[in-house]
């Protein structure tokens, strides 16, 4: 997207008289990331602006104002810290959030295409944590893929991960409730009950995008490539996509059928909440890892006596 006179000042200004804005390290569909420094307490933060063409588009202000607070009462340490929100100068709002140094899965991907299962496993385990949390708090993410999901790194451990962006997230339908029926998200990860059916999205569906980022982090391509999004259906309800194994054949076989589990078009048969699935990850990677037993070898007896070993004295 083209960049406006307001985006490129922006760099240039404090927000607040508190959030000083250095660089413009991201971008998304609604709002700029900009580097900034929190100038009361001395910290590098995160300040996401949305753009300005949208400040007048209430649904996607509510959109915007919606990622801070749900991002907020997740209280996770597998969810992105929101520090504060502000206003700039212009009136676009904006959402201050802990920096995060690392990068996402998605470069992750591109650095090494086909993760080991023990890395994968990790982030599976990480991104259902949160996922459990905010499931417990009767919210669906709607959008997980590796471009959300973020790496933090740590100099005497594995990288931590945290999920980002709760833009586009929705309460979870109740009886009688309201909820957003729109098609939201990206396709590659969609559930099929969304991208076909009328239905609301719900935990399950995020379960399953998480699935498809399992797939792409170890085979280095979504289960569904693009050029079956045009026969999507017959090619979910055929089964035609191929298992990881093809790919990576010194995986165990567990891995497929957690898969096709994790993956299965009906969500019915798919894992019943982030706990179990990520458990069940676990579960296939422990006992690859765990050593083989040794086999049990039987020597049969020898009905032959051994003569006595003669000893000749010396003279």
Not at 1 to 12: C, F, K, V
Not at 32 to 44: N, S, T
Not at 88 to 116: D, M, Q
Not at 122 to 127: C, E, R, T
Request: aromatic residues 6%.
């Amino acid at each position: 997207m083209p960049t406006t006179s307001h985006e490129t000042a922006a760099a240039h200004v404090t927000l607040e008289d508190r959030y000083e804005l250095v660089e413009r390290i991201g971008e998304g569909a609604m709002g700029i990331v900009y580097l900034a420094r929190d100038l009361v307490l001395d910290i590098p933060v995160a300040v996401k602006m949305l753009r300005v063409e949208y400040c007048r588009i209430a649904e996607v202000v509510r959109m915007f104002e919606q990622e801070a607070t749900l991002s907020a009462r997740m209280l996770s340490p597998h969810v992105v810290k929101v520090l504060a929100r502000a206003t700039a100068r212009s009136g676009a709002p904006c959402i201050v959030y802990e920096y995060l140094a690392g990068e996402s899965v998605a470069t992750r991907i591109e650095r090494s295409p086909r993760l080991e299962l023990d890395e994968v496993c990790a982030i599976v385990l990480q991104a259902a944590r949160a996922l459990s949390r905010a499931h417990a708090l009767g919210v669906v993410h709607r959008d997980v893929k590796p471009d959300n999901l973020f790496l933090v790194e740590h100099a005497d451990s594995r990288p931590v991960l945290k999920v980002l962006d709760f833009g586009v997230a929705e309460k979870l339908a109740r009886p009688g409730g309201a909820g957003s029926g729109g098609l939201v998200g990206t396709t590659a990860y969609l559930a099929p009950e969304v991208f076909f059916g009328p239905g609301l999205p719900d935990a399950r569906t995020d379960l399953y995008a998480l699935g498809v980022v399992a797939y792409e982090c170890l085979t280095g391509a979504c289960p569904y490539p693009p050029e079956c999004y045009d026969d999507l259906f017959d090619a979910m309800s055929k089964s035609t996509r191929r298992s990881v194994r093809e790919t990576r054949p010194e995986l165990p076989e567990e891995i497929d059928e957690w898969m096709d589990r994790a993956l299965h078009p009906d969500p019915f048969w798919r894992f019943a909440s982030a706990r179990e699935l990520a458990h069940d990850l676990e579960r296939v990677v422990r006992a690859n890892a765990a050593p083989r037993p040794r086999p049990v070898v039987t020597v049969a007896r020898s009905t032959m006596k051994r003569a006595a070993p003669r000893f000749t004295r010396a003279a």
